[in-house]
Structure formats: C-alpha cells, structure tokens
C-alpha cells in the first residue's frame, strides 16, 4: 500500500510540474494577449458565435411544394365584369410584394402586429387563433381569437390593409371545420394561446396537419344552434352536451335534397389552376 | 308576409320559388325531370319548363362522367324517381350529346293553357328526340312565278360563266 502511494505521489507531482509549466507558459502568453487587447478595447471582447450556415435545400423541388391559393383570391359567382377580379387580383399581388402574408387556415395561430398611432412604439401585436376567414378580393378578413386575462377577445384584421406591419404563423395547422365560431360557447382552454408562443417549424412540403380535437362545450344556451345540420360541425363534442333526442330534434332542420341540388354547386378547380398560375407568374416578377 | 328588407329584396336569386317550399320545389322539379327522360319531349308551364332546363343539362353533363363515378350514379338515382331510366340516361342520352357542349335542350313557347289560368306554356325537348321538329322548316314552292325567274336567272349567269371561263 505504502509503495502504491509513493509512486502515486511521485506520479501526481511530476504531473503537477508539468500543468504548471503548461499553465505558466499559457499565462504568460494568454495574459500578454489580453493585456493588450484589454488596453484596446475599454470592456472585454463580448463572445460572437459563428454565423449560421444557410442551408439551401436542393431535394424540394419547385414542384413539391405544397400548392395553396389564399381562398380570398377566388371570385364569387356574380354577374360582375371579370376585369374587376382581375384588377383587384393586381393590387392584392402589389401588396403581396411588399408585405408577406403567408399560408394559413382557420385553427392556427397568428401573430399580427399593426401600426397603432396611439400605443407607445406605434405598433400593438396580438397573437390568437385564426377562427373564421372572411371577404373576398382586397377587403378580405381573418379573426384572431385569444383569451386575456379570463376575458375572451376576438379581432377581426383585414389582410390587406396598410397597417398591418407584419403577420406570422406560429403553428400551422387545419381543423375539422372552416369555422370555429362555436369556441365562443366551448370551455376557455380550447381558446387560450400562449401570447409569448415560439413559431413552431412547419415543413412547405406534403400536407397540412389536421387537428381532429372535438372540443367540449359550456353548458346550453349557446350563441347558435351549432347541433343543426346547416352549420354541418364536425369538431364538437356533441355527446357530453346533447342528448340523443335532442340531436334527432335537430335532424329535423336537415334539407337531404341540399347535396343532390346543381343549382348551387360551384365549381372553382379550373379557375383555381387560371388563378394560381397567373399569381405565381406575378409574384416571381 | 315580409318582414325583413332581406326576405323582400330577391336580387341575385337564382331559384324561383315553387310549390310548397325548397323541399316541395325539388321533388316537383324531379318528377318533371323523370317525365323529361322517360319521353324526350314534354309539355309544362313556362316556369317549370325554365327551371327543369337547368337540371336537365346539368343531369347530361353528369351522365357523361360515366357509370362508374360514384357522384354521377348517386346524382342520377336521386334525380330519376323511376329507377328503370338510369341505364337509359348513361346509355342513350350521354353517347347522343357527346360532341355538344352546352345545350342539350331546346325550349320552345305553346298557346296558352285553355282554363281559367290561362297559364303561359311551353315544350321542353332532348335534341336528337324521335319526334317530328318542333320548328318544322317551311319548303318553298319552286312552282311559283318569282321563283321560276329566279331560277332562270340563275341559270343564265351559270351559262355566261362558264363561257367566260
């Protein structure tokens, strides 16, 4: 025992000479460094990281992306001259150019910030989830729903209009409707998004994740019958509420003969493809 | 009665309103729809015929998608009440208006009804039916004295052409 420790000591000590010699040649060096640079500069060097590498990524070809056109951009059926759309088309893309307004559907959420000449820094921001998108052409609308402080807030932006500063995603996603009106009556937890919210990364390929949540509602009265066919909800949770009376009771508004009828279908595939090809050709100008 | 200024203005409205509601309308329209392609040839109103015009070319147009789409047999089943025309709509009338793109019908006004109504009427037809033309195209009598000039006339001027050339 005595002879391991003997050795040891020797070992620890010639190790200890040797950090020394090291650490006395690295002082001298790393102090004369600093010493000079420090007489440069009055505070120290602050640490810079290296700058990110951009990665362009070959394998997403133009042709995977995923191909969306805002639904706002697609005229109603009207008896109104086509040169209208088509002028409103321009300056929707002028506006386009200079303020990105990215894709989304109604259940994600959204960050705005719009100039405000009346809050300090002129600029306010909210962040909710996008419930209804409304208009068409320039006066084209989304509503933003939050809850702040136990108090249910919605804001209806225009797209287009001039102050807006600046929209963002931060979860893109789709939800079992197109209109999600009916949180106003759900439990507050289905409405609250966090204000401080990071983006979370979405990928510009393959499809748009559905989010099939049924939402629980608060006790009846509701602002409308969401349980009557013609609002056809997919995303409540019609059981905890309703009982199997009650739901048959509104199968009564059901108008079967609704799906069979020509009269009101409209086709919008092959204006779509028009639509799509001349705004991609305007925007890559 | 009226009593919203949206229920009194009916501007773009696309529907005329028949028989007892939406509900009512649809069926009404359907039975004529069926009548249309059992006989070819039908004699209606002036309203219904305008209405079951619509449906009727849009019901081609489907039937033109094929037997096997789900959407065009679904439509189909639903619009003709007398299941025996379903195969007669996919087999006869589709391969008939192949080469036409739009009208498949032709609508055509009828003296008015003879009771108390006096109801404004009219003929709503499949192009191609087997009856004789609702339009009967009027031959003219060679044998009259202006057109055996004429057809002397234009007999000379043949002769002096081929003598100039």
Redesign the interface.
């Known amino acids: 025992m005595a002879a391991c420790t003997k050795r040891l000591d020797r070992f620890i000590i010639s190790l200890r000479l040797l950090r020394n010699l090291q650490l006395q040649n690295e002082r001298f060096l790393s102090t004369s460094q600093c010493l000079r640079a420090a007489g440069n500069d009055s505070e120290s060097p602050k640490f810079v990281p290296p700058s990110k590498p951009v990665i362009v990524d070959k394998t997403q070809t133009v042709a995977s992306l995923r191909k969306f056109l805002s639904p706002e951009f697609i005229p109603p059926r009207q008896r109104t001259d086509p040169l209208k759309f088509s002028i409103e088309r321009k300056d929707m893309i002028r506006r386009r150019k200079v303020l990105n307004i990215p894709e989304f559907y109604v259940g994600s959420i959204l960050a705005v910030t719009m100039a405000d000449p009346n809050a300090s820094g002129k600029t306010n921001s909210f962040v909710g989830i996008c419930i209804q998108r409304g208009g068409k052409g320039l006066g084209a609308t989304f509503v933003l729903r939050n809850i702040i402080n136990n108090q249910g807030v919605e804001i209806c932006y225009e797209l287009y209009s001039p102050r807006i500063q600046k929209i963002e995603v931060l979860k893109l996603e789709k939800r079992l409707d197109d209109n999600l009106m009916y949180l106003r009556d759900a439990l507050p937890e289905y409405s609250t998004v966090d204000p401080e919210m990071k983006p979370v990364p979405f990928s510009p390929t393959g499809e748009v994740p559905v989010n099939k949540i049924k939402v629980r509602m608060r006790p009846k009265p509701w602002s409308k019958r969401w349980e009557r066919p013609k609002f056809n909800i997919q995303g409540i949770r019609f059981d905890l509420s309703l009982t199997p009376e009650q739901m048959e009771h509104a199968q009564k508004w059901a108008q079967p003969w609704l799906e069979y009828d020509m009269l009101k279908e409209y086709d919008t595939s092959k204006l779509e493809e028009q639509i799509i090809k001349e705004v991609q050709q305007e925007m890559s100008k | 009665m009226r009593l919203t200024l949206q229920m009194l203005i009916s501007h773009?409205r696309?529907?005329r309103r028949m028989g007892l509601g939406?509900?009512s309308r649809?069926d009404m329209l359907r039975n004529i729809l069926t009548g249309l392609v059992r006989h070819e040839r039908i004699e209606t109103t002036l309203a219904r015929a305008d209405e079951v015009r619509?449906?009727a070319e849009?019901?081609v147009d489907?039937a033109k998608k094929g037997d096997t789409d789900e959407k065009a047999m679904?439509?189909a089943s639903?619009?003709l009440t007398e299941k025996d025309l379903v195969p007669k709509l996919f087999k006869v009338l589709a391969p008939r208006f192949e080469n036409h793109s739009n009208s498949y019908t032709r609508l055509a006004r009828i003296p008015n009804r003879q009771n108390l109504d006096r109801a404004k009427m009219a003929v709503l037809e499949y192009k191609g039916n087997p009856f004789p033309p609702l339009y009967p195209a009027k031959k003219e009598n060679e044998l009259t004295l202006i057109n055996q000039l004429l057809k002397g006339y234009r007999e000379d001027r043949a002769q002096q052409l081929d003598t100039k050339s």
């Open positions: 773009g696309m529907a939406p509900r649809i619509f449906y849009k019901l489907y679904k439509m639903f619009w």
